[in-house]
């Protein structure tokens, strides 16, 4: 249904209202002042957001005491203005648990909120803001929600979905630059021209994987239209995410409420024409580069004949294969391809590069057809592939590569056409790059070609990250507002053309804006002055008084409550147990999915408990088959532009969670580390829950029905017991003490460290296991042993409680108060 759903919405984004205005800005170091009224758009100078940001005056209120920033006091005036006092500030306990979900995405340790809360300094909160900002949990949090913008995933898309392996560098980089607070504007033109920029920059060529994250359909036949289809993509994606631009609709037609031509749009899509792509460039550099090239050098001089021998017996399947897929493209695309190389032009180029790219994998179908055909000559092959692995210790690791996008060392262009409905092989009038004329006041930033790049992306990215343009600080200030609010300023945050929303406070939004970029495009600065401000901080509770007056909250005149995201939703679940791994970046991993996930040959679980523990934001993102966990808490379809996550309310997610085999392990270990940290007392025991899972003490009407619920679970196990049912018991609650030290103590001996938190787990089940069959054996023959003894002791502490005890942390963690950010 969600994948219908998805298709129905780019076929509306493809015949709906476009607001194209959206895309274009007054240009980067924009017209002059003197320039004629009749150059530049009525239309452009009437819509809120292409007029110049102008920071507003700060509005007098009455209720001075109250405001700690200019933002509240924007927020107050429209207060007042209604009669409608703000909330109090919310506790300590609420408001660190607030502020650190929205940071790191992960709630905090009951010794965060205690030290929060019994801090009496004056700054104690703004102490605490810095260091959620300054930890690498934050990139993570944040790099994540810039990830749903770009559709970031590590597979194509379609029908194939093949792997794309190097999509997670491009991730680390995202993550990376939101730790380092790297400058907005820096941010943007890496990422759309870093590769014209900075092409000796390693990060930089990576930070191009914003271009190249479109889905792709690598085995397509006509690559005349994948070409174009390319196009689109990048025009849209880049005007979408940057400058909160529907711009598909302008691809067919003229735009009838936006002043803005189907050729203005194709003199827009002029700056992504001679964009192309490679998987296949080194990450190392310098001496790294140097020392890997020795090595390989080395390994090639050695098995040379071996490879030559591979390479003869490979050769006639890879002709036929070539031949095979040069006959399956249209006619268009072959007459590229066959063109000899002095007599290709840039168009020509592009699409004899891409061929190259669909082949990338020839030699293993090569391999697979001699396997089919010629068993004797596959032995052959299979025999040298043996004597090829003896050389392995001295063949370097391979280091991967970078996906990035090029111009394949050429500084023209091909001809870009306005199209008939959008048609690829309908050509009209050619057009040469340029911004839209109603809104750029006719002028356009200066493209410098190189001797290996056309300049075009870099002249658009300096124009879109200038400080004169007015959407681009605007759009991502108030996607932050979003973000933290459940709403942004603009409720439409990918669209602030004609046919979006108007901004609910205007004058905030400029000020955010404004102070966005003369704080230097910083936007941990942004966010700070958002987190430190009494409109963040107020309470979440509930205003039977503005039931009327401002139903929505739009006024903000109290916190709105959100339902965490989804990864916030594991990641959270996973910290509370002790069983979450924080390494941060590297390649994705794979935790475990359910039995009937209904493609599980392309999901191989990793092998590693840590890697199958790590933060949602390093799990693999197959495009057409979503991790399921975090699928049903809605998360970003990465077949879109992806601006806001949705918060939807249904059956399958509160399903998901009590009946998943995955979510009731991790409530096993958190039962566990409950009952190892709080000893043996009911009280204490739920005192300690209710700290690691919200903050807080219960009160004693939560502690009275916690109680109740479980003597009479207890009663239901006991049940069951006597049955001969097996039952459930929390994991690690014996992971203390004596025992502990000794597999510490092993490991030390053994490898020379001590093991990480899931070997121990695994060491510790395994004595447990191998306890109880001693215990069993030892009551059969009679015997009274070391085992028996502590099987006795075992027996003491009440099965039936224990596994009561699970079922109750279970429940408590799936409530919606764990599931809310308050």
Same mark, same amino acid.
């Given at each position: 249904?969600?994948?219908?759903?998805?298709?129905?919405?780019?076929?509306?984004?493809?015949v709906?209202?476009?607001s194209?205005?959206s895309?274009a800005?007054?240009?980067?170091e924009?017209?002059?002042a003197?320039?004629p009224r009749?150059?530049?758009?009525a239309?452009?100078q009437?819509?809120w957001?292409y007029?110049?940001?102008?920071?507003p005056?700060t509005?007098?209120?009455?209720?001075?005491r109250?405001?700690?920033?200019?933002?509240?006091?924007?927020i107050l005036?429209q207060?007042e203005?209604?009669?409608?006092?703000?909330s109090?500030?919310?506790?300590?306990?609420?408001?660190?648990r607030?502020?650190?979900?929205?940071t790191w995405?992960?709630?905090p340790?009951?010794?965060?909120v205690k030290?929060?809360?019994?801090?009496?300094?004056?700054?104690?909160?703004?102490?605490l803001?810095?260091?959620?900002?300054?930890?690498?949990?934050?990139?993570?949090?944040w790099?994540?929600?810039?990830?749903?913008?770009?559709?970031?995933a590590?597979s194509?898309g379609?029908n194939?979905?093949g792997?794309r392996p190097?999509?997670?560098?491009?991730?680390d980089?995202v993550?990376?630059?939101?730790?380092?607070?790297?400058?907005y504007?820096v941010f943007?033109?890496?990422?759309?021209a870093g590769d014209?920029?900075w092409p000796d920059?390693?990060?930089?060529?990576?930070?191009?994987?914003?271009l190249?994250?479109f889905?792709?359909?690598i085995?397509?036949?006509?690559?005349?239209?994948?070409?174009?289809?390319?196009a689109?993509d990048?025009?849209?994606t880049?005007?979408s995410v940057f400058?909160a631009?529907?711009?598909?609709?302008?691809q067919?037609?003229?735009?009838?409420?936006?002043?803005?031509s189907?050729?203005e749009?194709y003199?827009l899509q002029?700056y992504f024409?001679n964009?192309?792509?490679r998987?296949d460039?080194t990450?190392?550099?310098g001496?790294?580069l140097?020392d890997y090239?020795a090595?390989?050098?080395?390994?090639?001089?050695?098995t040379?004949?071996?490879r030559a021998k591979?390479e003869a017996?490979?050769?006639?399947?890879?002709?036929?294969?070539e031949?095979?897929?040069?006959?399956?493209f249209?006619p268009e695309?072959?007459?590229s391809?066959?063109?000899p190389?002095?007599?290709?032009?840039?168009?020509d180029?592009?699409i004899?590069?891409?061929?190259?790219w669909?082949?990338?994998?020839?030699?293993r179908?090569?391999a697979?057809?001699m396997?089919?055909k010629d068993?004797?000559?596959?032995?052959?092959?299979?025999?040298?592939?043996?004597?090829l692995?003896?050389?392995?210790?001295?063949k370097p690791?391979d280091?991967?590569?970078i996906?990035t996008?090029t111009e394949?060392g050429h500084?023209d262009?091909?001809?870009t056409f306005?199209?008939?409905?959008?048609i690829y092989?309908?050509?009209?009038?050619?057009?040469q790059?340029a911004l839209p004329?109603a809104l750029?006041?006719?002028?356009?930033p200066?493209?410098?070609?190189?001797?290996a790049s056309?300049g075009?992306r870099?002249a658009l990215a300096?124009?879109?990250?200038?400080?004169?343009?007015?959407?681009?600080?605007?759009v991502f200030?108030?996607?932050?507002?979003n973000t933290y609010?459940?709403?942004?300023l603009?409720?439409?945050?990918?669209?602030?053309g004609?046919?979006?929303?108007?901004p609910?406070?205007?004058?905030?939004l400029?000020y955010?804006?404004?102070?966005f970029?003369?704080?230097g495009?910083?936007?941990?600065?942004?966010?700070k002055e958002?987190l430190l401000?009494s409109v963040?901080r107020q309470?979440?509770?509930?205003?039977e008084d503005?039931?009327?007056v401002?139903?929505?909250n739009?006024?903000?005149a109290?916190f709105p409550?959100?339902r965490l995201d989804?990864?916030?939703?594991?990641d959270s679940?996973?910290?509370?147990?002790?069983l979450l791994?924080?390494?941060?970046g590297?390649?994705?991993v794979f935790?475990p999915?359910p039995?009937?996930?209904?493609?599980r040959?392309?999901?191989k679980?990793s092998d590693s408990l840590a890697?199958?523990?790590?933060?949602s934001?390093?799990?693999f993102v197959?495009?057409?088959?979503?991790?399921?966990?975090?699928?049903?808490?809605?998360w970003a379809?990465?077949?879109?532009?992806?601006?806001?996550?949705?918060?939807?309310?249904?059956?399958p997610q509160?399903?998901?969670?009590?009946?998943s085999?995955?979510v009731?392990?991790w409530?096993?270990?958190l039962?566990g580390?409950v009952i190892?940290?709080a000893?043996?007392?009911?009280?204490a025991?739920?005192d300690? %829950?209710?700290?690691i899972?919200? @903050?807080r003490? $219960?009160?004693k009407? /939560?502690?009275?029905?916690l #109680?109740a619920f *479980? &003597?009479?679970?207890?009663k239901?196990?006991?049940?069951?017991?006597?049955?001969?049912k097996?039952?459930?018991a929390p994991?690690?609650?014996k992971?203390a003490?004596?025992?502990r030290?000794?597999v510490?103590g %092993?490991?030390?001996t053994?490898? @020379?460290?001590? $093991?990480d938190?899931? /070997?121990?787990?695994?060491? #510790?089940s395994y *004595? &447990?296991?191998q306890q109880?069959?001693?215990a069993?054996?030892?009551?059969?023959?009679?015997e009274?042993?070391?085992?028996g003894?502590?099987?006795?002791?075992?027996d003491?502490a009440?099965?039936?409680?224990?596994a009561?005890?699970v079922?109750l942390?279970h429940?408590?963690?799936?409530?919606n108060?764990f599931?809310?950010r308050?």
């Amino acid at each position: 249904m969600k994948r219908k759903a998805a298709s129905l919405a780019v076929a509306w984004s493809l015949v709906g209202v476009m607001s194209l205005e959206s895309v274009a800005v007054v240009a980067a170091e924009a017209a002059p002042a003197e320039q004629p009224r009749s150059a530049r758009s009525a239309q452009g100078q009437q819509h809120w957001a292409y007029q110049a940001v102008a920071r507003p005056a700060t509005p007098a209120v009455k209720n001075a005491r109250w405001v700690r920033s200019p933002i509240d006091a924007h927020i107050l005036a429209q207060l007042e203005a209604k009669g409608i006092k703000p909330s109090a500030d919310a506790d300590r306990a609420t408001l660190i648990r607030r502020v650190t979900l929205d940071t790191w995405g992960i709630i905090p340790t009951p010794e965060e909120v205690k030290a929060f809360v019994n801090d009496k300094s004056p700054n104690a909160y703004e102490k605490l803001v810095d260091r959620l900002l300054a930890s690498p949990r934050y990139g993570e949090r944040w790099g994540r929600r810039w990830l749903d913008l770009t559709r970031h995933a590590d597979s194509d898309g379609y029908n194939t979905d093949g792997t794309r392996p190097n999509m997670w560098r491009y991730r680390d980089y995202v993550i990376k630059a939101f730790n380092d607070d790297k400058p907005y504007d820096v941010f943007i033109k890496e990422q759309l021209a870093g590769d014209e920029l900075w092409p000796d920059r390693k990060d930089a060529l990576v930070a191009t994987g914003f271009l190249r994250n479109f889905p792709d359909e690598i085995n397509a036949r006509d690559l005349n239209l994948k070409k174009q289809e390319i196009a689109n993509d990048l025009t849209d994606t880049v005007s979408s995410v940057f400058l909160a631009t529907t711009a598909n609709c302008a691809q067919c037609h003229n735009h009838k409420f936006d002043k803005f031509s189907q050729k203005e749009y194709y003199q827009l899509q002029a700056y992504f024409v001679n964009t192309s792509f490679r998987d296949d460039v080194t990450p190392l550099s310098g001496k790294e580069l140097a020392d890997y090239s020795a090595k390989l050098a080395k390994w090639e001089e050695a098995t040379k004949d071996i490879r030559a021998k591979q390479e003869a017996l490979l050769k006639p399947y890879i002709d036929k294969l070539e031949a095979d897929r040069l006959l399956g493209f249209v006619p268009e695309t072959r007459e590229s391809i066959t063109k000899p190389e002095k007599e290709r032009n840039a168009y020509d180029r592009w699409i004899y590069h891409r061929n190259l790219w669909t082949m990338s994998g020839r030699t293993r179908n090569a391999a697979n057809q001699m396997k089919e055909k010629d068993k004797a000559q596959y032995a052959e092959y299979e025999k040298l592939q043996a004597e090829l692995k003896k050389f392995d210790d001295i063949k370097p690791k391979d280091p991967g590569n970078i996906s990035t996008a090029t111009e394949l060392g050429h500084s023209d262009s091909p001809s870009t056409f306005v199209l008939f409905k959008g048609i690829y092989d309908r050509k009209l009038e050619e057009v040469q790059p340029a911004l839209p004329a109603a809104l750029s006041g006719g002028q356009n930033p200066q493209i410098v070609a190189t001797a290996a790049s056309s300049g075009r992306r870099t002249a658009l990215a300096n124009w879109i990250a200038s400080p004169s343009n007015p959407l681009t600080a605007r759009v991502f200030a108030n996607r932050v507002w979003n973000t933290y609010f459940g709403r942004g300023l603009v409720d439409t945050v990918n669209d602030f053309g004609k046919m979006g929303q108007k901004p609910v406070n205007p004058a905030l939004l400029d000020y955010l804006a404004d102070s966005f970029v003369k704080n230097g495009w910083s936007v941990k600065k942004l966010q700070k002055e958002i987190l430190l401000s009494s409109v963040y901080r107020q309470s979440s509770d509930h205003r039977e008084d503005l039931v009327s007056v401002d139903p929505e909250n739009k006024l903000l005149a109290y916190f709105p409550r959100q339902r965490l995201d989804a990864e916030q939703v594991r990641d959270s679940l996973l910290y509370a147990a002790g069983l979450l791994e924080e390494k941060i970046g590297g390649p994705s991993v794979f935790p475990p999915v359910p039995v009937n996930f209904d493609n599980r040959n392309a999901w191989k679980v990793s092998d590693s408990l840590a890697d199958q523990h790590r933060r949602s934001a390093y799990i693999f993102v197959r495009r057409n088959t979503p991790y399921p966990l975090l699928d049903t808490f809605d998360w970003a379809n990465p077949q879109l532009v992806h601006g806001r996550r949705e918060v939807t309310t249904t059956a399958p997610q509160a399903l998901a969670l009590v009946n998943s085999d995955l979510v009731f392990e991790w409530s096993k270990a958190l039962a566990g580390r409950v009952i190892r940290e709080a000893g043996e007392n009911d009280n204490a025991r739920l005192d300690r %829950l209710y700290q690691i899972a919200f @903050g807080r003490n $219960p009160d004693k009407a /939560e502690k009275d029905s916690l #109680l109740a619920f *479980l &003597d009479k679970e207890e009663k239901v196990v006991a049940g069951q017991i006597s049955t001969g049912k097996k039952v459930v018991a929390p994991v690690g609650a014996k992971d203390a003490g004596a025992v502990r030290e000794k597999v510490d103590g %092993l490991f030390k001996t053994l490898y @020379g460290r001590s $093991p990480d938190k899931f /070997e121990r787990a695994t060491l #510790l089940s395994y *004595l &447990d296991t191998q306890q109880a069959k001693l215990a069993k054996a030892s009551d059969e023959d009679g015997e009274g042993s070391a085992g028996g003894a502590r099987a006795s002791a075992r027996d003491k502490a009440n099965p039936a409680r224990s596994a009561a005890f699970v079922e109750l942390v279970h429940a408590v963690v799936n409530s919606n108060e764990f599931l809310y950010r308050l």
